[in-house]
Nanobody, 126 residues
Framework: DVQLQASGGGSVQAGGSLRLSCATS????????IGWFRQAPGKEREGVSH????????YYADSVQGRFTVSSDNAKNTVYLQMNSLKPEDTAVYYC???????????????????WGQGTQLTVSS
């Protein structure tokens, strides 16, 4: 079975940092790109970041560019989202998702993803 397990959420003050993890299993890691999405109460799910596989190209939403960094550990089949300089508007439930192949122009669209993990809550207080 395909599984994506997001973890690492929590509560942090504005300006702080946190790292989310997305542990994957059940598929060939190199064949699937991984995206990070978030959804705040009353808002639509938003594409945050994406890492292509196997080339490792990365993509970011304008709202997190320069503050968030996505990376992967091939040995652990895990993708990370390092979040720095956090802001209250980053508060949301964060999800990771997997999509087969390359989608450099559509990575931000949730409908293209094949598999989703459960969310992990991030709360940033001012």
């Amino acid at each position: 079975d395909v599984q994506l397990q997001a973890s690492g959420g929590g509560s942090v003050q504005a300006g702080g940092s946190l790292r989310l993890s997305c542990a994957t299993s059940g598929f060939t890691f190199d064949d699937y790109a991984i995206g990070w999405f978030r959804q705040a109460p009353g808002k639509e799910r938003e594409g945050v970041s994406h890492i292509s596989r196997p080339d490792g190209d990365t993509y970011y939403a304008d709202s997190v560019q320069g503050r968030f960094t996505v990376s992967s550990d091939n040995a652990k089949n895990t993708v990370y989202l390092q979040m720095n300089s956090l802001k209250p508007e980053d508060t949301a439930v964060y999800y990771c998702a997997a999509v087969f192949g390359s989608h450099r122009h559509t990575w931000h669209l949730s409908r293209i993803y094949d598999y989703w993990g459960q969310g992990t809550q991030l709360t940033v207080s001012s």
